[in-house]
């Protein structure tokens, strides 16, 4: 999880045999963020309620399949660049 500015505010190691959902829980529980934006691979319900609930904004697209649509800021979501930046950071130093 980064901030707004790209920079790292929480992490969680996992397998990486696992799914990108597994690791969400334990950086959702001290809510201390407005917005989470993420990739269709987090839309999932239980992700966008617990979101919700805590009073967040959700900018997440929706999968094609997603029978109950929602409202998707598509400008904002466009601002995800800064978390794909902090990816490539971590990868320059993978060594």
Do not use: S
Not at 30 to 59: M, N, S, Y
């Amino acid at each position: 999880m980064t901030d707004a500015l790209g920079n790292l505010v929480r992490f969680t190691l996992i397998p990486g045999q696992h799914y990108d959902t597994v690791g969400v829980a334990p950086l959702l529980e001290p809510a201390d963020f407005e917005g989470l934006l993420a990739d269709k691979a987090f839309d999932v319900h239980w992700i966008v309620d617990t979101i919700r609930a805590q009073g967040a904004c959700v900018v997440i697209p929706q999968r094609k399949n997603r029978l109950d649509r929602r409202p998707f800021d598509g400008a904002m979501f466009k601002a995800r660049h800064l978390i794909e930046n902090f990816f490539c950071k971590l990868k320059e130093f993978k060594r």
